[in-house]
């Protein structure tokens, strides 16, 4: 199956090079995370078209055949939108649509300077950190299922990182983590943002900017890099941010999901 979208791409990219499974079924992927079955984007379904009208529950039900054990539904359409039928159809069953907007930049405009140490995440130390932070902005989702979540995730990007595939950066606070961005290389010249994350009591203060431009900086700076792509909700707050840094809509990214019980807030 021949994927165009550019987010889609370098998600399957990086997913693949850090231990997720890519099934081809010549009509969709599927994409396994075996040791992170709770990463909800690490296990989910990539076709290539909207299925036929009323065919969005045989979609559903494909998803559960292949992850019987899913305690949530991600499906993702390889098109920027859907018709109004079929999102209603999808809705009906079940699950949320989201169109995500796909930025891209060949350039970073300087960010105003901010009372933080900010640095790549080095050692244990720093890594558990991470998964600290990441716990703390999820608050209704159990502590010890999140951090195994949040761990895994770690794992994964760590082998990109040894692999010196890219870094992620972090803005500290009185030697606290409180902001964190991660940026890897996808193929030849394009490196793809991970999980911008702050801690609530620490936003509005220019951390996230910091560490989005150190850690796009490193890859234009120090890998070869030419394009920068980065994912953010349309209607959030965090695109303003990016968009001020010089990263331009180039495309959007269509995603279905279903969450339950305490996983219902997580963004993964």
């Known amino acids: 199956m021949h994927v165009s979208s550019l987010g889609f791409r370098t998600d399957l990219a990086l997913l693949a ?9 010549g009509t969709h992927l599927v994409v396994r995370s075996p040791e992170n079955p709770s990463y909800f984007w690490g296990n989910f379904l990539l076709l290539a078209e909207p299925p036929v009208p009323g065919g969005e529950k045989e979609v ?9 054990q899913a305690d949530h539904v991600s499906i993702g359409i390889d098109v920027a939108d859907l018709t109004d039928e ?4 999808f809705e009906a069953a079940g699950l949320t649509v989201d169109v995500a907007t796909v930025l891209t930049a060949q350039r970073l405009d ?18 558990e950190a991470r998964a600290r932070l990441s716990q703390q902005l999820y608050p209704s989702t159990s502590e010890q299922a999140f951090m195994t979540y949040a761990r895994q995730k770690n794992a994964q990007e760590r082998r990109l990182v040894d692999a010196g595939r890219g870094q992620r950066f ?4 009185d030697g606290a983590l409180v902001s964190t961005a991660g940026v890897f290389v996808t193929q030849e010249g394009v490196a793809r943002f991970q999980s911008v994350e702050t801690h609530p009591d620490h936003r509005r203060r220019g951390l996230a900017t910091a560490v989005v431009h150190a850690a796009g900086q490193h890859a234009l700076d120090r890998l070869g890099v030419h394009t920068l792509v980065i994912v ?26 279903k969450r339950s019980g305490e996983w219902a807030g997580l963004d993964g």
Do not use: N
């Open 60 to 68: 559903v039900a494909a998803f559960h055949t292949e992850f019987p």
């Open 170 to 173: 972090g803005a500290f606070v």
């Open 232 to 257: 953010a909700d349309t209607d959030g707050d965090a695109i303003g941010i990016y968009r001020r840094l010089g990263f331009a809509d180039a495309e959007r990214q269509l995603m279905m999901e």
């Open 17 to 25: 090079d850090s231990g997720s499974v890519v099934e081809d079924r």
């Open 86 to 89: 079929s999102r209603a159809a």
């Open 110 to 127: 300087p960010p105003r300077e901010v009372e933080a140490d900010v640095r790549a995440l080095e050692g244990e130390d720093d890594w």
